[in-house]
């Protein structure tokens, strides 16, 4: 059953955690679909569907109960587990994302950084991210568990570290530098794109201006 | 017209323009909307629905000359302007976005980077974008002709840092820091929130350790 959900569903599914981590924090016990789809510019019967791919957690009448819908969204999407993630390349990027306070928020562990210059291997970064070099990725991924690696070098290294992802028995890599990847099959490798929110905003100037042109 | 486009919309006309580039460099002419839709895992319909938004720019029988298709979308897209975008914060995240390559493959200028410490100002990112002190931010967004700020600072001074780019008069706003911001209905606010690619990687290898428990 869950092959069929697709990773647009799977998006959504995340937001819609994040905003029932607002609602229970704000003492909120229960929402509807149609408060939930009013959130999201989204209508309620798509909204309703997400969910009725994980059984029914909707009461009739009610909507759903905040904490008993966030438990189960934290199940699915695998956040119950505190997974253990490396991130390649201590450059500013690198360094910006183990310090990155959504992902500790919503259930990620950052244990490592990679990198292959001498002078780095040993640091932290400020939240006390420690630098190891890249040959003990193997050593420490099985040591701490890891199972999502991500990549934060040049687009010129990025095959090659991916390369040493993959050599490490790591099967989930978000990949944040400019380029394909290839990954063998058994792989999911998912592709950051940073410059489409940027185009976004671009749409929104071009339009106003067309507007105030009309 | 222009309003009644979603932001998913241009989401996909991004990817579509960032497809057409490749073709393009491979010398393709034309594309059909099953070539495209089978790239993105959509349906023919809707890329014909997404692209007939902006008229009709198919052959029927050919489908859609690539370098046409392309201008249109740049242009619909407000990418034939070389949009100059400043960012706010030169620490590891906004070094790391200054140097970006994408921003300046899609048509963006960095043209400055804005921090508060003195240390900081007048030095510059690796690829010699030049740091200055915010107070600088509305001449330097008048000469330079700046539309969009990014903003990567703590999410402690983020709300400050935005009131400051509205001052200055800047009307586009694509957000990193975490937690919500207020701005006033004539800004446009995109967030960008990292944590959701990981969670759908996440997902996926929830799915994994399901699938070898059945």
Not at 11 to 36: A, H, I, M, P, Q
Not at 151 to 176: E, H, M, R
Not at 193 to 199: A, C, F, G, K, P
Request: aromatic fraction near 6%.
């Amino acid at each position: 059953m869950r092959d069929e959900i697709s990773e647009l569903t799977t998006n959504r599914l995340s937001l819609y955690v994040r905003f029932l981590n607002e609602l229970d924090e704000k003492g909120v016990r229960t929402v509807s679909s149609t408060v939930l789809a009013g959130r999201f510019g989204l209508n309620a019967a798509l909204i309703r569907k997400d969910l009725a791919h994980f059984g029914d957690l909707g009461v009739r009448g009610v909507g759903y109960v905040v904490k008993d819908l966030r438990r189960e969204l934290q199940v699915i999407l695998g956040l119950d587990r505190k997974l253990a993630v490396a991130i390649m390349g201590a450059g500013n990027l690198g360094l910006a994302l183990a310090d990155y306070p959504g992902f500790r928020r919503e259930g990620f562990r950052i244990v490592a950084l990679f990198d292959t210059l001498r002078e780095k291997v040993g640091q932290e970064s400020r939240s006390g991210v420690r630098i190891y070099d890249i040959q003990e990725l193997r050593d420490v991924a099985g040591r701490e568990g890891i199972t999502i690696a991500v990549i934060a070098v040049p687009a010129a290294s990025a095959q090659q570290v991916v390369g040493t992802v993959i050599d490490a028995g790591i099967k989930a890599v978000l990949n944040f530098s400019p380029g394909a990847l290839r990954v063998p099959p058994d792989v999911k490798l998912k592709s950051v794109d940073l410059t489409v929110s940027l185009e976004s905003l671009s749409f929104y100037l071009a339009s106003l201006e067309s507007g105030a042109r009309n």
